[in-house]
């Protein structure tokens, strides 16, 4: 954990904040008062240790069911929260698989923000030059470790796997601009950015993981791609392996909301919903639940980290799959990014996100697997749900 100095709110550096869910009248005039890194090798619990940190902050999460209330003359704005997909697994007792390819990214890290009166500048324009992408493995590989989750799904290990696949790219110049752009993609319910010493990442999701919304507890899981064509929308609403795998997930967070959640109120919203991320179509339902009194943000995260739409189910079963079959931690990606405020909770997951380190650019995509799954068909898919983000951070 690093603490900021000196402890006096006018003499600290101004910030632009970024962070995905910081309320934006905000984001011009706040400070970085606080902030804590934590790595999986450091020991303990990290949803217990943000929780413990934020609470020591002035952002009392103890009782999600408590309504809060964001003042803009109080001190202490909110903070922006990462967590990691190794970070989520390793808090629950699952494995949390393949060493990151970007080891000084934390696998937690909390941001606390004050308030001022003054107002940031904006950052400096800088050279920037990507070189080409190099994939932690090849098509075939990629399209081996779906027959393997479709041989385990024969065998009854599994019903869906989630399968995750890796680029890096050499670069030169400040990469934070390049990733700040990744927000103006369309769909990009949580475009947004998040620093610290020698690493950076950036984020252009539009799925939400879990957030509070009018006193309740909302997950909105998104599986089921085709482009974003007329005829790619009638064949993704067509599409029974697709509406299976999608409500397969739905069922699945249902149960991890059920865990935490006040007896009985646990409903699914909307079910299968077509909407737009940049050329694809994408089929979003939105689950919500009331929050058990005393729900805590700690036991939250536990409850929903990672997210089923990016591990499977069972979801135990499937981080064991998951560990086994990919050759490169998740990193950056399918974790929890956004903002805890004392009013609010909006964390997305990490879907179409980048991560700076050292010099290199890494980023993750794949899909969802089940027993009809082509081996071809999702390579494309991984591909086609990475290359509006290659294209951009090429600038």
Sequence with gaps: MTRNRPDVVEALPLVEVDAPGAPPGCRRRLVETARLHWSIGD?????????????????????????????????????????????????????????????????????????????????????????????????????????????????????????????????TGDPLPALTRLAALPGARYGGTLHGPGWALGCASPETLIAVEHGRLVTRPIKGTRPATAAGRRDLLASAKERAEHVMIVDLERNDLARVARTGSVRVDELFAVRRWCDLWQAESTVSAAPADGLGLADLLRAVCPGGSVTGAPKHAALARIAALEPVGRGASMGALGWVGPDRLDLGLTIRTAAADGDLLHLWAGGGITWDSDPAAEVAEAAAKAAPIRALLAG
Aim: proline share 11%; charged share 15%.
């Design 43 to 171: 020991g303990g619990d990290p949803a217990d240790l943000a929780q413990r940190f934020l609470a020591a902050h002035g952002v009392d999460r103890d009782d999600l069911a408590r309504p809060g209330r964001h003042d803009p003359d109080a001190a202490v704005c909110g903070a922006a929260l990462y967590l990691s997909a190794a970070a989520g697994a390793y808090a629950i007792g699952v494995s949390p698989g393949a060493p990151s390819p970007a080891p000084a990214l934390p696998d937690l890290v909390v941001v606390v923000y004050h308030h001022t009166d003054r107002q940031a500048a904006p950052r400096p324009p800088t050279p920037w030059r990507l070189g080409p992408w190099r994939d932690s493995w090849t098509p075939a590989a990629h399209a081996d470790a779906v027959g393997a989750v479709r041989a385990a799904i024969a065998r009854g290990d599994v019903y869906q796997v989630n399968v995750v696949g890796h680029a890096a790219a050499a670069y």
